[in-house]
Every structure is written in structure tokens, then in C-alpha cells.
């Protein structure tokens, strides 16, 4: 839900097609260069999902909530990054925050489903974001 309301007006803001010169009313909308972080946005996706999914077979409320909750927090961390690259705490602590629950989850059950995947992706997250703050800030 929370991206089919989000990804419309992203998908739009960064366009180019937006800028209209010619307009007979002399309306001239600003474009956007904003990059969209596509990776932050299916972890979000696959957050939630995996929240759904352990409602849907197993009838897990805690799952439910957690996987919007963490997926809701992803989903904003990448709408953050998509606005500003430097902004990644929200979305690095949402991954941290994954990556220790489900690695301790998985550690303890030997079961890559669903705690090792969820492990895995959060613990590429966190090397993706990780390796965005090493990288030397680009000179303009």
C-alpha cells in the first residue's frame, strides 16, 4: 500500500518530460534530477511482503506488524536516499535493526526460510549503505 501511493509521485518528480516551455499558460514545472534508490525500494517491498506472507500461511500477527512496520521503515529510508544520497541512517538502521533479529533467528533455527533470506538481504543492505558513506563526496 505504502508504495503504491509513494511510487507514482517518484516515477513523476523525476521526469524530464515534466518541463514544458511551449505551454500556452506559461506554466513551467521545476524537473527533478533526483536519483531513486530501486534497491532500497524492493527491500521495502520484500520486508513487507515477507510480513504478509508469514500472516497468510501461518496466521502470525507479530509477523504481520513487523514486516509493515520494518517494510514501512525501509520504504521511507528510500524515499530519504531517492532525495538526498548523503541521508542513509533511517534506512541503515532499519537493515541493522533486521540484520541482528533475523541473523540471531537464523543462527538459532539452521532455516533459510524465512530468517536467513531476510538475514542475507538485510546484510546487503547494510554493506550497500555502508559502502555509500565511505565513498568520498562528490566535488560539484
Known amino acids: 500500500m505504502f508504495l503504491c501511493l509513494l511510487l507514482p509521485q517518484l516515477v513523476f518528480c523525476n521526469s524530464s518530460v515534466l518541463q514544458h516551455s511551449d505551454s500556452p499558460v506559461g506554466i513551467v514545472a521545476s524537473v527533478s534530477n533526483m536519483s531513486v534508490d530501486w534497491v532500497g525500494y524492493g527491500y521495502a517491498a520484500l520486508v513487507a511482503s515477507g510480513g504478509v ?44 535493526a533486521l540484520t541482528g533479529v533475523m541473523g540471531k533467528r537464523f543462527y538459532g533455527s539452521r532455516k533459510f526460510m524465512p530468517a536467513g533470506l531476510m538475514a542475507g538481504a538485510s546484510l546487503l543492505m547494510v554493506g550497500k549503505l555502508g559502502l555509500t558513506l565511505l565513498q568520498k563526496p562528490q566535488e560539484s
Do not use: C, E, H, R
Request: glycine fraction near 18%.
Open 53 to 96: 506472507i508469514g500472516y497468510v500461511k501461518a496466521g502470525s500477527v507479530p509477523s504481520l506488524a513487523a514486516g509493515l512496520l520494518f517494510g514501512g521503515l525501509a520504504g521511507f529510508g528510500a524515499y530519504q536516499i531517492s532525495n538526498d544520497p548523503n541521508n542513509v541512517w533511517v534506512s541503515l538502521a532499519t537493515s541493522g
